[in-house]
């Protein structure tokens, strides 16, 4: 391999490439920077060229053995693979050893979504008309409304035509840069334009954001999952809920009434129709739901 230089030095000049040219997030970064310090002290003083399929598949064996979730170690993986795969071009290291190791299969978890009755009464309680509660009441009314992503949301600007209250839609680009145009139901047009009322005397000069903060400007996505989360206990939900669940809510509603998966797929944004797919299973745990207490011989006697 050329340049050799230890694997704490090549590590770091790969997380630099990775920063500067694909510009990804400081946690992913941080999450990559973890997977590589995890590879070396499992190398202990061996060198980069030594490793092999075998040995590969036996570290992955032990982190699972200390308990490292598949999910987890799938993002390991992608990680060590990535870097190989990087000192392969630019070290030219003779093969990437990773190339075809697979993390042991997870189960995929459902995504949780509440009922139709607990999203009426989130949304339905009353709260006084402040300027926060107003806020409040439009960010989570547009999340259910359209099912849109926290990131999306809080990405909205106020005066760029994407949000279109005439035409009942809403324009947003989400992951990959993709963009897509989803309708706004009228409680959320209505929630929306009793807030922009109220945000123009709100917003600090020149913002663009559609929802502000207390100090008018755009406000964070931590604090739209904690106004939520106060929300719903106030209304006495025992759920933890938090924003993107009124996504999964927006989901496997309107997959309930419709039955239209490819048009739930457009809606959310999802590059492949078998991520979309999961919300038939929470549609037909709600209708196993229905059989096991209507039907007469569902159950043993």
Same mark, same amino acid.
């Not at 993986?77 to 003779?94: D, E, F, I, P």
């Not at 559609?210 to 604090?223: E, K, N």
């Given at each position: 391999m050329r340049g050799r230089g230890d694997g704490a030095t090549l590590a770091r000049e790969y997380l630099e490439a990775l920063k500067s040219q694909r510009r990804l997030s400081p946690a992913t970064l941080r999450n990559y920077a973890h997977a590589l310090k995890l590879l070396l002290s499992l190398l202990e003083q061996s060198d980069l060229q030594s490793l092999d399929a075998? =040995?590969?598949?036996?570290?992955?064996? #032990?982190?699972?053995?200390?308990?490292?979730?598949? @999910?987890?170690? #799938? *993002?390991?993986?992608?990680? /060590?693979?990535? /870097?190989?795969? /990087?000192?392969? @071009?630019?070290?030219?290291?003779? !093969?990437?050893?990773?190339?075809?190791? @697979?993390?042991?299969? !997870?189960?995929?978890?459902?995504?949780? #979504?509440?009922?139709?009755?607990? !999203?009426?009464?989130?949304?339905?309680?009353?709260?006084?008309?402040?300027?926060?509660?107003?806020?409040?009441? #439009?960010?989570?009314?547009?999340?259910?409304?359209?099912?849109? @992503?926290?990131?999306?949301?809080?990405?909205?600007?106020?005066?760029?035509?994407?949000?279109?209250?005439r035409q009942a839609e809403v324009t947003v680009t989400g992951k990959g840069s993709k963009t897509r145009t989803v309708p706004v139901g009228a409680r959320a047009r209505e929630a929306l334009k009793d807030w922009i009322e109220k945000r123009n005397g709100i917003a600090a000069p020149s913002e663009k954001a559609l929802f502000v903060g207390a100090r008018g400007r755009r406000i964070s996505p931590g604090v739209v999952g904690a106004r939520l989360a106060a929300w719903a206990r106030r209304r006495g939900l025992a759920e933890r809920v938090h924003p993107h669940m009124l996504r999964h809510s927006f989901a496997s509603h309107v997959?309930?009434?419709? =039955?239209? *998966?490819?048009?739930? =797929?457009?809606?959310?944004?999802? !590059?492949?129709?078998?991520?979309? =797919?999961?919300?038939?299973? *929470?549609d037909f745990q709600a209708l196993a739901k229905v059989y096991d207490a209507a039907h007469p011989r569902a159950k043993k006697k």
């Amino acid at each position: 391999m050329r340049g050799r230089g230890d694997g704490a030095t090549l590590a770091r000049e790969y997380l630099e490439a990775l920063k500067s040219q694909r510009r990804l997030s400081p946690a992913t970064l941080r999450n990559y920077a973890h997977a590589l310090k995890l590879l070396l002290s499992l190398l202990e003083q061996s060198d980069l060229q030594s490793l092999d399929a075998a =040995q590969a598949r036996r570290f992955v064996g #032990a982190l699972h053995g200390r308990g490292l979730s598949p @999910r987890t170690l #799938a *993002l390991t993986l992608s990680a /060590w693979r990535g /870097w190989y795969h /990087w000192l392969v @071009r630019q070290h030219g290291l003779k !093969a990437n050893p990773l190339v075809g190791l @697979r993390a042991p299969k !997870a189960k995929r978890a459902l995504p949780k #979504a509440l009922s139709v009755d607990t !999203a009426q009464r989130l949304l339905e309680g009353e709260e006084g008309a402040t300027a926060d509660t107003t806020r409040d009441r #439009a960010m989570f009314e547009l999340l259910y409304s359209s099912g849109l @992503r926290l990131g999306e949301l809080v990405a909205l600007n106020i005066d760029d035509g994407r949000l279109d209250l005439r035409q009942a839609e809403v324009t947003v680009t989400g992951k990959g840069s993709k963009t897509r145009t989803v309708p706004v139901g009228a409680r959320a047009r209505e929630a929306l334009k009793d807030w922009i009322e109220k945000r123009n005397g709100i917003a600090a000069p020149s913002e663009k954001a559609l929802f502000v903060g207390a100090r008018g400007r755009r406000i964070s996505p931590g604090v739209v999952g904690a106004r939520l989360a106060a929300w719903a206990r106030r209304r006495g939900l025992a759920e933890r809920v938090h924003p993107h669940m009124l996504r999964h809510s927006f989901a496997s509603h309107v997959l309930q009434s419709s =039955q239209d *998966l490819r048009a739930v =797929q457009e809606m959310l944004g999802h !590059a492949s129709i078998s991520t979309t =797919q999961v919300y038939t299973h *929470l549609d037909f745990q709600a209708l196993a739901k229905v059989y096991d207490a209507a039907h007469p011989r569902a159950k043993k006697k």
